[in-house]
């Protein structure tokens, strides 16, 4: 049983295009997130939602919008997309907002051509 | 500055040999401080943490803290091929705020 699922695993497509990443967990946890590897393997937090509603939003442009439809899932929308978008991006949860022991997915590889 | 730096390696060693992961920190508020796995294509798990200054033993793993210094460390002791990973440290304040990832060290055990 997959703790945190994300599909897609790839995605490759091109610039300008808009697509949508989708993430869902069944350990009942509360907190989910979302983090951007780039290719110096650094793991950047994105945003993070607690039982459905937004607790942090970092500088991340307005092109991504992530939406939480229940606590069990968070899903990621990407606008327009560009080359410097081209990353892994992983989905996270944890038992509750401060808990750091945080199970990851394994990530969706996307490229931007 | 960035809030967390760690060494990139790439570090190999022998089979057996005692491995040193080190990592620094700039934010004294940091209480809490994890040291996340990750295998190649895959998601970062964690392995193990510390809260506050001090050393936490888990088998062949030991975290250990120096919070005057601001200098978090991970010893593998025994090293095994099934460790070559990447290993990251991220030390966070608690509450609402969210951990800050270093670039990880790729660790490469020779069998």
């Known amino acids: 049983d997959t703790a945190v699922s994300q599909t897609p695993k790839y995605l490759v497509t091109q610039m300008g295009n808009d697509k949508s990443i989708k993430c869902e967990q069944n350990?009942?946890?509360?907190?989910m997130y979302w983090y951007k590897q780039d290719s110096k393997k650094f793991l950047k937090i994105m945003f993070s939602?607690?039982?459905?509603?937004?607790?942090i939003n970092e500088t991340v442009p307005n092109r991504f919008s992530p939406k939480s439809p229940d606590k069990a899932h968070l899903n990621l929308h990407i606008n327009s997309l560009e080359l410097g978008d081209s990353a892994v991006y992983f989905c996270?949860?944890?038992?509750?907002?401060?808990?750091?022991?945080?199970?990851f997915g394994s990530g969706t590889r996307l490229t931007v051509v | 500055q960035k809030e967390v730096e760690q060494d990139p390696g790439p570090l190999s060693v022998p089979e057996g040999a005692i491995v040193s992961l080190n990592c620094t920190y700039s934010?004294?508020?940091?209480?809490?401080f994890m040291w996340y796995r990750q295998y190649s294509r895959k998601g970062p798990e964690l392995l193990m943490y510390?809260?506050?200054?001090g050393n936490k033993e888990d088998g062949r793993f030991t975290a250990q803290v120096d919070k005057s210094s601001k200098y978090i460390s991970l010893f593998i002791r025994d090293s095994q091929p099934s460790d070559s990973a990447t290993y990251l440290c991220?030390?966070?304040?608690?509450?609402?705020?969210?951990?800050?990832f270093g670039t990880g060290t790729r660790l490469t055990v020779i069998p």
């Open positions: 996270a949860s944890s038992q509750g907002v401060g808990n750091y022991g945080y199970t």
């Open positions: 350990l009942g946890h509360d907190t």
């Open positions: 939602y607690n039982n459905k509603e937004l607790i």
């Open positions: 934010n004294s508020a940091f209480q809490y």
């Open positions: 510390t809260y506050s200054s």
């Open positions: 991220a030390p966070g304040s608690g509450g609402a705020n969210n951990l800050f």
